[in-house]
Nanobody, 124 residues
Framework: QVQLVESGGGLVQAGGSLRLSCEASGRTFSIGAMAWFRQAPGKEREFVAGLRWNFGSTSYADSVKGRFTISRNYVNNTLYLQMNSLQPEDTAVYSC?????????????????WGQGTQVTVSS
């Protein structure tokens, strides 16, 4: 089993920044990839960014390219999402996800473990 705990969400004005963290514990030797997803009210959950755990290669949704950066601390099994130039349309619950396969997938079904989510609200 793997446990994921997110932190770092909050309220920020448009143009501001936030950094989300996701700490993984448990059977972390099985990590193939980790990712961030988000879900806004009334919308489907969508892929934001992902990272191949051992190689560090990354992938981003077009809507966040150039503004968000995903990274990881390999030693303490923590995933980060640095979010800059935030806009009201970025408002959502952000969740981290972990999969055992060594590849970044945009489909939520490819990830076996999920955190509880953290709210990000961007005011205009």
């Amino acid at each position: 089993q793997v446990q994921l705990v997110e932190s770092g969400g909050g309220l920020v004005q448009a143009g501001g920044s936030l950094r989300l963290s996701c700490e993984a514990s448990g059977r972390t030797f099985s990590i193939g990839a980790m990712a961030w997803f988000r879900q806004a009210p009334g919308k489907e959950r969508e892929f934001v960014a992902g990272l191949r755990w051992n190689f560090g290669s990354t992938s981003y949704a077009d809507s966040v390219k150039g503004r968000f950066t995903i990274s990881r601390n390999y030693v303490n099994n923590t995933l980060y999402l640095q979010m800059n130039s935030l806009q009201p349309e970025d408002t959502a619950v952000y969740s981290c996800a972990l999969g055992g396969v060594n590849g970044v997938f945009t489909a939520a079904s490819r990830y076996a473990y999920w955190g509880q989510g953290t709210q990000v609200t961007v005011s205009s």
